[in-house]
């Protein structure tokens, strides 16, 4: 069973560009995360879907940052613009309600 | 304020020893939590959980402990395998009626087993 797709694997752009991050849960999970991993930290959730629905974005910064999942599969987040601070590592994890989680490879970014 | 804590950012064990991991919670509402294991440049990986209402929680050498009058779990790794050197991510559940809702995570401590 394959598991949680996501892409770019590593992202390089310029502060003030846009970036997009795509992310493809496991085959049947209906919730799905995006998280945030800064070095030497544990995830952060950003928001969660179940199914369409965002569920949870209180912590979205919703000034540059936006999220959508709009059939109820594939999901996109996106910054906009970036700013140096937003160089991370960002996560996307799936689950069947709220069972485990399983977390993809991630997307590591770098704002210059 | 962190509401997941691990103290050690660090551990080395020699190999075929035990590995203790160690972490505190303060919120006493927290239901369900969760170890989580990350090799570099992959995503982290789930490895055991424990409800609230268990104190211990064994899946082959890996056993998860819970004291939940301290607001302390502990993961314990016997023996340990070179291959277990990753870093480990204590979770917890914020509070959502008895299930598994959105995780707070630890800060991680990176384990080395030595050959």
């Known amino acids: 069973e394959a598991g949680v797709v996501q892409s770019p694997r590593y992202k390089i752009i310029e502060k003030k560009q846009p970036v997009a991050f795509w992310c493809n849960p496991i085959?049947?999970?209906?919730?799905l995360y995006w998280y945030l991993q800064n070095l030497g930290q544990g995830p952060e959730l950003l928001i969660r879907?179940?199914?369409?629905?965002?569920v949870d974005d209180s912590q979205l910064p919703k000034d540059r940052f936006s999220a959508e999942r709009l059939k109820g599969v594939d999901s996109t987040l996106k910054i906009q613009p970036a700013e140096l601070g937003d160089s991370a590592v960002y996560l996307c994890?799936?689950?069947w309600g709220r069972g485990t989680q399983y977390f993809g490879p991630g997307t590591r970014l770098t704002v210059l | 304020d962190q509401q997941v804590k691990q103290n050690s950012p660090s551990l080395s064990v020699q190999e075929g020893r035990i590995s203790i991991l160690n972490c505190d919670y303060t919120?006493?509402?927290?239901?369900?939590f969760l170890w989580y294991k990350k090799y570099p440049a992959e995503g982290p990986t789930f490895l055991i959980s424990?409800?609230?209402?268990?104190d211990k929680n064994e899946d082959g050498r890996f056993t998860v402990f819970l004291n939940k009058s301290a607001k302390h779990l502990s993961l314990h790794i016997v023996p340990s395998q070179p291959g277990d050197s990753a870093v480990y991510f204590c979770?917890?559940?914020?509070?959502?009626?008895?299930?598994?809702?959105?995780?707070?995570f630890g800060k991680g401590t990176k384990l080395s087993v030595k050959p």
């Open positions: 994890a799936s689950s």
């Open positions: 085959s049947g999970h209906n919730t």
């Open positions: 879907y179940e199914n369409e629905e965002a």
């Open positions: 919120n006493s509402m927290f239901d369900y």
């Open positions: 424990i409800s609230s209402i268990k």
């Open positions: 979770a917890a559940s914020r509070p959502r009626g008895g299930s598994q809702g959105n995780l707070i």
